[in-house]
């Protein structure tokens, strides 16, 4: 059964506390991703992933890093959470082709 | 600047009636499209994925067209049914390869009501 999972969907956090996304996959795809979403927006790219310690920036890297020592997981870190990064994180994982799974979502917000 | 135009941004259809949905994009190059949906508060689901220079795809109620010189793709759904309320999200593809983009829609959501 191939599915990507995201822990916690639901996280509330004081403004400069620090915060741990975490996704799993257990199709071993090399590349995997993470997205915030925004209400009017596209999801946005801030970190992709394509192997072990083999990560790059996307469009949003600012405020964000990310940590994947194995390769069916992949976490996202916030540093010092802003209220501005109130959001709904998607992870995904890039299966053959243009085949992409994504994970239920994670809720943040930060007050 | 946004490279995925989606239309219309909202849509009220009364299940039963049929729909659609116009995605434009000025993504290059352009490898695939993909609709997906995203019922409220769940992941993005895959519904199509089209990839030929103009594409046709059928999956059940829903069928969709691409065409790359137009840079335009639709989603049609037919015979709507109230679970069909959702957001439809249009994703483009750069490349096949892993060092591929994907460029995303901000959606439109359909509600179907009785």
Known sequence: DMKVTQMPRYLIKRMGENVLLECGQDMSHETMYWYRQDPGLGLQLIYISYDVDSNSEGDIPKGYRVSRKKREHFSLILDSAKTNQTSVYFCASKGANTEVFFGKGTRLTVV | ?114
């Open chain 2, 1 to 114: 600047k946004t490279q995925v135009e989606q239309s219309p941004q909202s849509l009220v259809v009364r299940q039963g009636e049929n729909c659609v949905l116009q995605c434009n994009y000025s993504v290059t190059p352009d490898n695939h499209l993909r609709w997906f949906k995203q019922d409220t508060g769940k992941g993005l689901v895959s519904l199509t994925v089209l990839v030929d220079q103009k594409d046709k795809t059928s999956n059940g109620r829903y069928s969709a067209t691409l065409d790359k010189d137009a840079k335009h793709s639709t989603l049609h759904i037919t015979a709507t049914l109230l679970d069909d309320t959702a957001t439809y999200i249009c994703v483009v593809g750069d490349r096949g390869s892993a060092l591929g983009r994907l460029h995303f829609g901000a959606g439109t959501q359909l509600i179907v009501i009785p």
